[in-house]
């Protein structure tokens, strides 16, 4: 079975410009969850959703960051504009229940 | 509010040592407790859980207990190998409302 897939794997781009993470939850699973992980912060919770409606998310940390989940397979966490202090691995995972699973990630580099 | 934390890395540690990583968590009522781990270069993974006090999860020569009573979950392994080197993070979740809370995460390297 395919696990939770993310795209891209990495990301430069440069400040200013519009990023976009994309994420194909585990086929099934009814909850999905944005992370990022930078080592200054650790592992953040950026945004949840249970049935493809956002729960919370407080997590978020400005205006510039959006999550969107139109339906059950597809997810995307959009930066517009991006800036260097986004930096950071971006990790989805999704769950059925209590046990979540993660993707492999999206090491973003803003410059 | 609730909360996990762990005991701050990096742990460095021989091959064959013991190692205990401590967890405690604040909670309101009665989470399920986790431990995830990731390795170099991935997203993390379940390594045990535990659902109620008392319980013990165990997994790959890892174990934790579900301590109500010191609100602990502390991860242990009798003799760890360098492949255990990896970041373990302590969780805990709420099932009425799919809440998860991650710890900061301790660093494990285990040198030959």
């Known amino acids: 079975d395919a696990g939770v897939i993310q795209s891209p794997r990495h990301e430069v781009t440069e400040m200013g410009q519009e990023v976009t993470l994309r994420c194909k939850p585990i086929?099934?699973?009814?909850?999905l969850f944005w992370y990022r992980q930078t080592m200054m912060r650790g592992l953040e919770l950026l945004i949840y959703?249970?049935?493809?409606?956002?729960?919370?998310d407080s997590g978020m940390p400005e205006d510039r960051f959006s999550a969107k989940m139109p339906n059950a397979s597809f997810s995307t966490l959009k930066i517009q504009p991006s800036e260097p202090r986004d930096s950071a691995v971006y990790f989805c995972?999704?769950?059925?229940?209590?046990?979540?699973?993660f993707g492999p990630g999206t090491r973003l580099t803003v410059l | 509010g609730d909360s996990v934390t762990q005991m701050e890395g990096p742990v460095t540690l021989s091959e064959e040592a013991f190692l205990t990583i401590n967890c405690t968590y604040t909670a309101t009522g009665y989470p399920s407790l986790f431990w995830y781990v990731q390795y170099p270069g991935e997203g993390l993974q379940l390594l045990l859980k535990a659902t109620k006090a008392d319980d013990k999860g165990s997994n790959k020569g890892f174990e934790a207990t579900y301590r109500k009573e010191t609100t602990s979950f502390h991860l242990e392994k009798g003799s760890v190998q360098v492949s255990d080197s990896a970041v373990y993070f302590c969780?805990?979740?709420?099932?009425?409302?799919?809440?998860?809370?991650f710890g900061a995460g301790t660093r494990l390297t285990v040198k030959p």
């Open positions: 995972a999704s769950s059925l229940g209590e046990v979540q699973y």
């Open positions: 959703f249970n049935n493809n409606v956002p729960i919370d």
């Open positions: 969780a805990r979740f709420y099932n009425n409302n799919n809440d998860m809370r």
């Open positions: 086929s099934g699973h009814n909850s």
